[in-house]
């Protein structure tokens, strides 16, 4: 029902008069500015003047123009007034979390990518079924918390930058730490160097590294900056530090820019190709830029935690490119390669494959 919606919407549009829009938080200043460079009008939904006011001070990330709010949800009552300006949504981890899937869900105003992904995003138990599917090596889970006889992590459901995970080592730990009232998964907990590796897929274009349909880019990657686990060192080990009542916590305060061995980038290759092809038998295929966060072992082995189903903060380092995107093209953000998807539809009259 809302991709009829979606598609009559789209009908109505004047393909050269497009806006793209976000809300003002996460990635938006590379959304904006990326926008920017590929000639679109652009929008920032804002909630209070003193975020909107911090755009002041970054010109070239600023939007073009605000739509003020009182609340996120407040918006799915202006669609008619978004729609009248040929407005394209770009999703980005603050925008659902704020909104909530099930509300991003029935958002009535054209939204890049699938929006489908996000059930499977959200979904712990769905993610699992997808990269396990994909072939990916995921870290073991522990489905009752009672097994638990190593060190194991435990994340709760949705995209929260890192809140309220929790490592715990005995089963007496995790039932001193719950919050029972959310889901969660339990995971083992896996030595060895986090990458955040950051993608592009196009289903209409094959001006990359080919797939069944469409191609595959690699933008960048970076490391997560992670308060209070980076820097529990400084005061003990974790053991002498949980028995004083500090336990390690792993809220994303900011990103590293990383560089990979190139040594390793085929099999970076291979798994993001083995997730899309699988995305598109599930649930019509993954559309644009995500992210795989992965564990690298010592017998250099990737496993992978998880998927993030959009742009991530992580980007953020590579507003003028990164040493990957900068074989592509220069100056190529992930914020500038989603527009320019938009503007590659939008000349070829394939806006309908890459909106939702």
């Not at 958002?107 to 699992?128: H, I």
């Not at 080592?169 to 919050?179: C, L, M, S, V, W």
């Not at 496993?303 to 093209?329: H, L, Q, W």
Request: some cysteine; charged content about 25%; proline content about 4%.
């Amino acid at each position: 029902m809302i991709r009829k919606t979606i598609h009559d919407i789209l009908a109505s549009y004047d393909k050269n008069d497009l806006t793209i829009a976000t809300v003002c938080s996460h990635s938006s200043l590379q959304i904006f500015h990326g926008a920017k460079q590929e000639g679109f009008r652009t929008l920032g939904i804002v909630v209070g003047e003193q975020r909107r006011r911090f755009y002041d001070a970054f010109p070239l990330g600023k939007p073009d123009e605000f739509l003020m709010v009182e609340n996120y949800k407040e918006i799915l009552t202006l669609t008619k007034e978004l729609q009248d300006q040929n407005t394209i949504v770009i999703p980005h981890g603050s925008f659902v979390e704020y909104l909530g899937p099930d509300m991003f869900m029935t958002l009535q105003l054209p939204t890049f990518g699938n929006r489908d992904v996000l059930m499977w995003e959200s979904d712990r138990d769905k993610e699992r079924i997808w990269l396990e599917g994909a072939g990916l090596t995921m870290p073991y889970e522990v489905k009752n918390p009672k097994d638990i006889h190593n060190p194991v992590i435990v994340k709760y459901h949705g995209a929260k930058g890192g809140k309220g995970f929790f490592i715990a080592k005995t089963y007496a730990e995790f039932k001193k730490r719950i919050q029972s009232d959310k889901p969660y998964t339990i995971q083992e907990f896996v030595m060895g160097t986090r990458y955040y590796l950051h993608y592009f897929y196009s289903p209409i274009q094959q001006n990359a590294y080919k797939l069944s349909k469409g191609s595959l880019q690699m933008l960048s990657m970076d490391r997560r900056d992670e308060t209070t686990i980076d820097e529990v060192q400084r005061l003990g080990s974790i053991a002498e530090l949980e028995e004083i009542g500090i336990h390690p916590t792993f809220v994303v305060t900011g990103n590293i820019p990383i560089v990979m061995r190139e040594s390793l980038l085929p099999k970076v290759f291979q798994m993001g190709e083995q997730v899309v092809e699988k995305s598109l038998s599930l649930f019509g295929g993954i559309i644009g830029s995500f992210c795989l966060e992965t564990v690298v072992t010592e017998n250099l082995e990737f496993k992978v935690f998880e998927i993030s189903a959009r742009i991530v903060a992580g980007t953020n380092p590579y507003i003028t490119g990164s040493p990957y995107s900068d074989f592509i093209m220069p100056n190529l953000s992930t914020g500038r390669r989603i527009a320019q998807e938009i503007h590659y539809a939008s000349q070829h009259d394939q806006l309908e494959e890459i909106l939702s």
